[in-house]
């Protein structure tokens, strides 16, 4: 088989590594893919949001699965225009990925379908927005309804922050048409983690979970950014708690999306609050996370097209899906500057110093005169596997320091509560 990976970042060329594993593939071509993806197969210059431009290189290239790694053309009805083509695809369709493009659907949904979350009430006026600020309690956390690339979130401080917050994206609509409606919500306290299930709108084939690092400095400290690194398991995972987001979460978001008419089929992702005694969800996402997915996926020992064709055949309740029980550890090496500015073009040495058994997914990475160079704020993900967190983590950032290129930055501390309480169990 021929496949088709749609992204280009590290979150793609995992997907790509992965797939090129399966002895049933013959072939991965990336679109637009970086320097890492060119390794594997064919880069096609096609942008995600070109999908005429994506269904021609399909017929082209012989592609016979095309897989989605990001959002927006998931939000945006790449799954539709494809199958309309009777292209085989991975993703969910345009009405099932609204439940993360539509902070308001999402949380409709959880709501009238009783699936734990933080309490909610969402606004189409900006004058309803503030004066329901100003009756409440404490500060809540202000959401764009739509896709803002991750910055659409403001867990404020105070009412003034919030009342700020809504006024940027209701009024000075700095997020576009996504601000025109805002949800406010509780703030939730607890530990936050990511899980992740294939689901073919009726079974939900495992649970695997992570926890990634969104700020820029150690200690969660400085701005968002787009993950500094992840790992898994989580520390505090447990059976007990894996089945119970299954049966208070998972199950019942996938039976809900179909008593809704939009039944869901892909990946499930879900962000979570995990406090003692209680899991809220924090959002919905309609794909794998980065950089989730660099620790996840070389944790996955079964065949992943297997999986991905029985999703989309309506057969996951015959599939199983084996883990590997090591930890991973993924550390990410950013261009300086990043999340702000930063440059691109300095060349990248070391690559070729890397151990053998240590993957390293290029994000932001092109080949210029011969030699891979970075193009962009995230640039790899260095991932590494050990038999415990600790020498996961250990393997991981020595071979972080052996890649260089001017100005590079990581976060220390990735996994470093994870090897202070080590215990993993899932
Ligand atoms: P989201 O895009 O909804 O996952 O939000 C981005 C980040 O904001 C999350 O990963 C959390 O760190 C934080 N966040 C979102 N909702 C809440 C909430 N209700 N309480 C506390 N933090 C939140
Ligand atoms: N790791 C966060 C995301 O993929 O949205």
Redesign the pocket.
Known sequence: MKILVVGSGAREHAIAWKLAQSDRVDAVCTAPGNAGTAELGDNLPVDVGDFGGLAEAVVTNHVDLVVVGPEVPLAGGIVDFLQARDVPVFGPDRRAAAIEGS?AFAKDLMQKHRIPC?WSETFDSFEEACACIHRLPEPP?V?VDGLAA?K??T?AESKAEALAAVEAAMVRRVFGDAGRRVVL?????GI?ASVFAFTDGQTVLTTIPACDY?RAWDGDRGP?TGGMGSYSPPEFFHEGLVRRINETVLEPTVKAMAAEGTPYKGILYA?L?VDEGSTKV??FNCRLGDPETQVILPRMTSDLLDVIEATIDNRLDQASIQWDRRPCVGVVIASGGYPGEYRKGHPISGLSDVDPDVAVFHAGTRRADGRVVTDGGRVLTVTALGDTMEEARARAYDNVRRIQFQDARWRTDIALRAVVSESPTC
């Open positions: 902070k933080a956390v959401k991750g659409g979130v867990v919500e509780e703030r939730l306290r936050e969104k968002n962000g609050m924090l959002e």
